[in-house]
């Protein structure tokens, strides 16, 4: 091989090395991109859970609260029927 078949293939190996080395970056930022918006997704995900949550133990504390009234109610109803009879 010839001095100038080196120096080129020297250069053509250099160029391959950068263009390389340049998407592994590119591949890298991607990734942190890629990372960073998952994070977010988990916790928006997390936020929604607890916001969920939140939202079913209200529900089954208004409808404790809802039972207990109906059972006052009923007691109110029974007492008054049997005032009647």
């Given at each position: 091989m010839s001095d100038e078949e080196l120096k080129q293939l020297i250069a053509s190996n250099a160029k391959a090395i950068q263009a390389l080395s340049h998407s592994l970056t590119e591949l890298k930022e991607e990734g942190k991109k890629d990372r960073k918006q998952m994070y977010e997704w988990m916790s928006r995900l997390s936020a929604s859970q607890a916001n969920f949550w939140e939202i079913q133990a209200d529900y089954y504390r208004r409808l404790e609260d809802?039972?207990?009234?109906?059972?006052?109610?009923?007691?109110?109803?029974?007492?008054?029927?049997?005032?009647?009879?």
């Open positions: 809802v039972e207990d009234r109906q059972a006052k109610m009923l007691e109110i109803l029974d007492r008054v029927t049997k005032k009647d009879v």
